[in-house]
């Protein structure tokens, strides 16, 4: 069997050293910082690594994709599963249609770190389990813009997909 035709002529790959970008600070709130790795907004894709202080608690949100975790170090839980906390090395793989609550624990002696390949979007309610925000792929990608030109890092840098173009 022969090569396939190409149909992507890259001409370099396409990678980040997350130890040289910036860090956003206070993305998604007091004590969370996010580093965009990849942003796709045509088919709603984003990977980032987050940093979260101790005592870090995110409103509960419903998935409308799947999502994978990879916990780099520190330690952090769902409420609904607190139980099974994730701790440096784990994976997770959370489904589409899944809602829980992310949290750090107050104790924790080192910042959380880990890297979410997000498909879809959160839908975040507030305590009254009333509809919140919205996050997704755009919203990542205004608030990094945001906060790279307002950190004094100038534009946001990551991977991002081609979008949709006319053949001829």
Known sequence: ???PSVTHDQRR???LNWNELPVLKGALGPGVDIQPLYMDPENGHFAM???????????NHFHTGAVHAFTLRGKWYYTQFA???QTAG???Y?????????????DNTEPTE????????????????EYHSLLDVG???MVSGELAKAQGHGKAKYILARGAEFTA
Request: glycine share 10%.
């Open 94 to 106: 959370e489904p589409g249609g899944s809602i829980h609550q992310f949290r750090t624990p107050e």
């Open 83 to 85: 139980d099974q906390p």
């Open 90 to 92: 784990m994976y997770l």
């Open 139 to 141: 919203w990542i990608m």
């Open 1 to 3: 069997m022969a090569l």
């Open 114 to 129: 880990a890297v979410f390949v997000v498909t879809g979007a959160n839908v975040n309610y507030d305590e009254k389990d």
């Open 49 to 59: 690594r987050a940093v979260f202080g101790p005592g870090v608690t995110l409103p």
């Open 13 to 15: 790959l396409l990678c």
